[in-house]
């Protein structure tokens, strides 16, 4: 089965500045990746997502890059602010399935 | 509510009881999850249903029976638990299975004692 590990398991910035988180993945057949943001005491929230047939993928100040050949994608978040504080979690699909990372914290510090 | 919507928000329950999780959609979805995450450990998918058909059973130990009587509901029938199942069990929903953003709801948190 997929396999999808993530890094780091813990993350602090400073406000302002850039937080990127990495995964790495080892199904060839899987084809969506989404990353969800979950606030302490909060469900799961979808941030970005990112399909195998494009490479990158950006929404105000979060992004999200995809390379299929290395089987790696990560999220970048730029101008980090007290409010991007909390658990991402990276998954990739195959289709019905869906495999997670163990999520990174983000603290941002003010 | 709009939403996913999950009942009851906390449960405590012994090893011998039977109990049941209880998840709606109000989104208009055909595809509902139920998942288990612990921590430290990934979210872990344990059922996939699509229009009230099963589609995925990832191995998940027969203590746990999902029922889905239509698009709207899903339910996850627990039976003779163990302590190592205590975990937060979140429900979710999803247009369609497949390449489509899965919406949570809030969780059960579930202690077995």
């Known amino acids: 089965g997929e396999n999808v590990e993530q890094h780091p398991s813990t993350l602090s910035v400073q406000e302002g500045d850039s937080a990127v988180i990495k995964c790495t993945y080892s199904?060839?057949?899987?084809?969506?990746f989404p990353w969800y943001k979950q606030e302490l005491g909060k469900r799961p929230q979808l941030i970005i997502d990112?399909?195998?047939?494009?490479g990158e993928k950006k929404d105000q100040r979060i992004a999200v890059t995809l390379n299929k050949t290395a089987k790696h994608f990560s999220l970048h978040i730029t101008e980090t602010q007290p409010e991007d504080s909390a658990v991402y979690f990276c998954?990739?699909?195959?289709?019905?399935?869906?495999?997670f990372g163990t999520g990174t914290s983000l603290t941002v510090i003010p | 509510e709009t939403g996913v919507t999950q009942t009851p928000r906390h449960l405590v329950m012994g090893m011998t009881n039977k109990k049941s999780l209880k998840c709606e959609q109000h989104?208009?979805?055909?595809?509902m999850y139920w998942y288990k995450q612990s921590a430290k450990k990934p979210l872990e998918l344990m059922f996939v249903?699509?229009?009230?058909?099963?589609?995925e059973n990832n191995s998940v130990p027969s203590r746990f029976s999902p029922e889905c009587p239509n698009s709207s509901h899903l339910f996850l029938h627990l039976h003779t638990l163990q302590p190592e199942d205590s975990a937060l069990y979140l429900c979710?929903?999803?247009?369609?299975?497949?390449?489509?953003?899965?919406?949570f709801g809030p969780g059960t948190r579930l202690t077995v004692l």
């Open positions: 199904d060839s057949a899987s084809n969506y």
């Open positions: 249903y699509s229009l009230e058909e099963r589609v």
């Open positions: 989104l208009g979805h055909n595809a």
């Open positions: 979710a929903s999803s247009q369609q299975t497949g390449l489509h953003e899965q919406f």
């Open positions: 998954a990739a699909s195959t289709g019905n399935q869906f495999y």
């Open positions: 990112i399909r195998s047939n494009v």
